[in-house]
């Protein structure tokens, strides 16, 4: 990353994310992408992903456990393009949990209420994760080309694979 995107603090108060903890934020007026997703988003993440875990909601806070552990596993360069490999998967499962919904109709409580949770989760995600693209102003990395058969796998993509593998 050649470039860490910074914002102020005062506009990232008003998105309503980490508000008391972004409102005793005292080391600068700005805050960098990297600091903000590691003291702030991952831990975020984190916290939901166990709350949604405790309340037995298993199958719903897996895309959020995935998340924390995508974003934790990135380093500071591969950041940028983890959240959009995640911004990709969460857009997926909220198709697909809402195209099983539709599908199941009123039949199948049990199943109705795991794929509404699990729709909710990747909609929560999905949303913090758009909220941090527009406020940094991220901008999507295109892969190089450079392996012997031509193709290299972003992080991004392998984020999504590692999805498609684990989530079926």
Request: with cysteine.
């Amino acid at each position: 990353m050649a470039e860490v995107s910074q914002v102020l603090v005062k506009d990232l108060l008003s998105t309503g994310y980490f508000f008391e903890e972004l409102k005793n934020y005292s080391k600068s007026a700005e805050i960098d992408f990297v600091s903000y997703s590691r003291d702030y988003a991952i831990p975020y993440l984190t916290r939901i992903s166990k709350s949604d875990q405790e309340i037995v909601q298993l199958d719903s806070g897996k895309i959020l456990s995935f998340a924390c552990g995508a974003l934790c596993d990135a380093n500071d360069d591969e950041l940028v393009d983890a959240i959009f490999g995640l911004k990709k998967v969460a857009a997926s499962e909220i198709v697909i949990n809402e195209t099983l919904l539709s599908q199941i109709g009123q039949h199948d409580k049990t199943e109705v209420s795991s794929c509404h949770r699990k729709a909710e989760s990747a909609k929560s995600l999905l949303k913090l994760l758009v909220n941090i693209i527009r406020m940094f102003k991220l901008a999507e990395v295109i892969a190089k080309k450079d392996n012997p058969d031509g193709m290299r796998e972003s992080v991004g993509d392998t984020i999504k694979h590692k999805w498609q593998r684990s989530a079926r």
